[in-house]
Nanobody, 114 residues
Framework: QVQLVESGGGLVQAGGSLRLSCAAS????????MGWYRQAPGKQRELVAT???????NYADSVKGRFTISRDNVRNTVYLRMNSLKPEDTGVYYC????????WGKGTLVTVSS
């Protein structure tokens, strides 16, 4: 089993910044891809960004140029730096890790006020 614990969410004004962290523990040796997904009220969960163990990144078009995902393989932690936040970035942000299966954290709420 793998446990994922997110932190760093909160309330911020539009144009502000936040940094999310996700610490992984447990049977982490098989984990390759870690990432962030988000779910806005009334919407489906969507990909925000992912990063492989080797550092290859992937971003949703809506966050390119504003968000940066990074990873510390020694601390087994993945980060999401979010700049120029918009109200439409509001949602619960979930950490994800795989394989051999999809593991999820409980989420951290990000609220961007206009």
């Amino acid at each position: 089993q793998v446990q994922l614990v997110e932190s760093g969410g909160g309330l911020v004004q539009a144009g502000g910044s936040l940094r999310l962290s996700c610490a992984a523990s447990g049977n982490i040796f098989s984990i390759n891809i870690m990432g962030w997904y988000r779910q806005a009220p009334g919407k489906q969960r969507e990909l925000v960004a992912t990063i492989t163990r080797g550092g290859t990144t992937n971003y949703a078009d809506s966050v390119k140029g504003r968000f940066t995902i990074s990873r510390d393989n020694v601390r087994n932690t993945v980060y999401l730096r979010m700049n120029s936040l918009k109200p439409e970035d509001t949602g619960v942000y979930y950490c994800n890790a795989e394989p051999p299966r999809n593991y999820w954290g409980k989420g951290t709420l990000v609220t961007v006020s206009s």
